[in-house]
């Protein structure tokens, strides 16, 4: 399985249009030793022509520009739909698996709308909430055979395939003690069930070859997710926030990094500590906030997480994931 | 009053994700003499400090990145809202105002969503179809001074302005004969008028210097328009497409240029025949296709539109205009 990075920071990228925070200034000033980065958005593929994103970040036109991989005529048509033949118009993405609902989770979805076949996997109410309550989302099935919505169940899992090639990633989402994106708010969204909100997603390429545990919003780890990560070869972990007040030193009125979802990394609840026990997997933290310090390579907290096995993310990074027990990086 | 573009290709952008037509297969494999274009963006400001976007493009958060006046802390806060200081937040742009509702126009606002005060103009039709029909858009409105919503109404001139400045543009809202975007299907829409669909604007700065027509999506040109255009310095004109059935030949079901409310640049009732006996403002193509062969700079129709006296927009240029009657290219 091949794993790329398309875009690793957390929503609002790195620099944040609006933010002239350390990290935000230094960056733009070149004084930072740190890289610039795009909304996490993650690809994958199992056979090398065939890929999947998960979720679709508000940069992904940006980011597939950027991974000559995802570019129109790389991979050739790779949908099983009835799309009419089209001439020059076709993409090796066929399809992307939503995690959750906020906006740096979905928004993309609407940068595929040109009448390009596009395959959706989403829980009901995720689906709802976006497809229900969007009329944008019109501008997506504007042709029957345009986008292809699955219903997909915690704990149920299902394989990410394509018509053309008998390979496949088998996928299994996670439900996790997320809630639903902020703009959820007021009458009509009661029915939407709480363990539909947000999820992990546990990714085997078959046959053989590779096991990736992508959790890029947690609020906290229990027992069972530890064991779902050491039986992984590479794990792509929330690394949002470095402290739980982080946020509210560059403005007033935000909420906590717990209270938003994402458990901080230092500290005795934080995820260093959390999952130092950890032996199987190769440790990647993504989804990083503008206000990180990690993202300064000179920084004392990014050699601490070096320090404790970790890695931080950067756009670009690419994984090739082999049994046995091998994460290799380009 | 400067003018800033940011972006200059039509929704898409160029290259186009889903798109190897001879344009986008040759900008990738840079063998076409041709610049990469975001989608259309433009900036506009009378007083070097306060900023407003004509529009708000998906590309919106690259096209701030790539503009050092748009930076967080490069203009200080310029909103007259009741919003709490923020500490290390801020941006010089002011507000936006939209010409019509579809996503390459309005994608942008909810990039746009970070606790950070936001002026919007837009008639009453297209505020009700985002607003009031994608729940996206409460990311906008969580706090009372977030964003403020200031209703257009076509050939009445409003004044763009901030609470700390004495300057201010005037701008004039023109309607034009499109229609709404093709998500507004089906009922609970009736009541939207058409003349809110689609809009020109003109620009004055005031006091002194300089007058702009910023109209980016023309089915037919008017006599009243060519008055219009012929009172300004400079003229940013719909360049979407070259020909009538362009699109038809990368893509199979799709509309023509003027069934998409585009007039094409060539032919007897195009652009270049239609607006040639323009006498004072400087003229130049925006949003343009990624199919349009003027991107192409060694091509005979980039030649053609170059011998009527036209331009082509890239990413990044800027005009300064001043009076007596001048518009200058940096």
Redesign the interface.
């Known amino acids: 399985m091949r794993v790329k990075v398309l875009g690793s920071a957390a929503g ?2 790195f ?7 350390r990290n ?2 230094g960056i ?1 000033e070149r004084t930072l030793n740190a890289s ?1 980065r795009s909304q996490c958005q993650i690809a994958v593929s199992g056979n090398d022509a065939d890929w999947f994103l998960l979720n679709a970040s ?5 980011q ?2 950027n991974t000559p991989e ?4 790389a991979g050739g048509r790779t949908s099983g739909t009835t799309a ?8 090796p993405i066929a399809g992307t698996v939503l995690t959750g609902g906020d ?1 740096d989770q979905v ?1 993309g979805l ?7 076949p596009i395959h959706i996997y989403a829980t009901p109410g995720i689906r709802c ?1 976006l497809t229900e ?7 997506l099935s ?2 029957p055979w345009q986008s292809v919505w699955t219903d997909i169940v915690p704990g149920q899992s299902f394989r990410l395939a394509t018509a053309r090639s008998s390979s496949y990633l088998l996928c299994e989402p996670v439900s996790l003690s997320g809630s639903f994106p ?4 007021g009458n009509g969204t009661a029915h939407l069930s709480a363990k539909e909100a947000s999820l992990g997603l546990l990714l085997e390429s078959s046959p053989g070859g590779g096991r990736l545990a992508y959790f890029p919003t947690v609020r906290e780890v229990e027992v069972r997710l530890l064991e779902l990560f050491d039986s992984c070869d590479l794990l792509l972990f929330d690394g949002t926030f470095w402290s739980d007040n982080e946020l509210a ?6 909420r906590t990094a717990t209270e938003m979802g994402h458990m901080p990394i230092s500290g005795p609840d934080g995820s260093l500590n959390r999952l130092a026990k950890l032996r199987r997997p190769h440790k990647i933290f993504v989804h990083i906030n503008n206000t990180n310090p990690i993202v300064d390579k000179d920084s004392l907290e990014h050699r601490q997480v070096a320090d404790a096995g970790w890695e931080v993310a950067e756009d670009g990074w690419e994984f090739r994931l082999q049994r046995p027990n091998q994460a290799r990086c380009c």
């Open positions: 609002g990228g620099p944040q249009w609006n933010c002239a925070c935000c200034k733009r610039a508000p940069d992904l036109r940006s597939i520009e995802l570019h129109a005529g009419p033949p089209s001439i020059l118009r076709h993409s906006l928004l609407l940068l595929l709308r040109e009448l390009e909430l309550h969007n009329i944008f989302f019109y501008m504007r042709e902020a703009y959820v708010h030193r560059v403005q007033r009125g935000v």
